[in-house]
Antibody, heavy 123, light 109 residues
């Protein structure tokens, strides 16, 4: 059974940093791109970032470009989201999601999701 | 970036067919995907590539997708109380940019 388990969420002050992790199991991790999607309280889904299966291609939403970075360790089946210069509007549940292809492109979607980790940024 | 537009809410009676639309110029060139999200839960993929159904989803045969021009539609036939949820469309482009619609709350009367 495929599983995605996020961790690393918590409370931080504006301008601070957090590093989220997503541990994957049940599939050949390096064969698939991975993504982060967030959802603010009572709001809709917002794509944040994606990384190819090899880790060589990175993609970011305009709202986080220059502040967030994504990486992966295929030997540990884990994808990370490093969040710097956090803003109040970054407060959300952050979901890790599996993309059913090794690359990110015009047919990218989210086949499987973790349960999410909550990030709260206070002013 | 690009936008996908969904109605905020749709209401149907049990046993009827619910139709949820998603509009956007990019949908003439790119596939759409649909997710169901129940309160307190992570989203679940219910339709991919406009009209394909993933395996392993209970009751998945009641979910279908269609596309016409700039609009895609998620249809749920024989709506049941358990189908009450938020539904999101999503698309992506060749540059690796992805976008979601604003979501539609399906209410089963």
């Amino acid at each position: 059974e495929e599983q995605l388990l996020e961790s690393g969420g918590g409370s931080v002050q504006r301008g601070g940093s957090l590093r989220l992790s997503c541990a994957a199991s049940g599939f050949t991790f390096g064969d698939y791109a991975m993504s982060w999607v967030r959802q603010s309280q009572g709001k809709g889904l917002e794509w944040v970032s994606s990384i190819s299966g090899s880790g060589g291609s990175l993609y970011f939403a305009d709202s986080v470009k220059g502040r967030f970075t994504i990486s992966r360790d295929n030997s540990k089946n884990t994808v990370f989201l490093q969040m710097n210069s956090l803003r109040v509007e970054d407060s959300a549940i952050y979901y890790c999601a599996k993309v059913p292809a090794p690359i990110v492109g015009a047919t990218t979607y989210f086949q499987h999701w973790g349960q999410g980790t909550l990030v709260t940024v206070s002013s | 970036s690009y936008e996908l537009t969904q109605p905020p809410s749709v209401s149907v009676s049990p046993g009827q067919t619910a139709r949820i639309t998603c509009s956007g110029d990019s949908l003439t060139k790119q596939y759409a995907y649909w997710y169901q999200q129940k309160p307190g839960q992570a989203p679940v993929l219910v339709i991919y590539k406009d009209s394909e159904r993933p395996s392993g989803i209970p009751g998945r045969e009641r979910f279908s997708g269609s596309s016409s021009g700039t609009t895609v539609t998620l249809s749920i036939t024989g709506v049941q109380a358990e189908d009450e949820a938020d539904y999101y469309c999503q698309s992506s482009d060749s540059s690796g940019t992805l976008a979601f619609g604003g979501g539609t709350k399906l209410t089963v009367l």
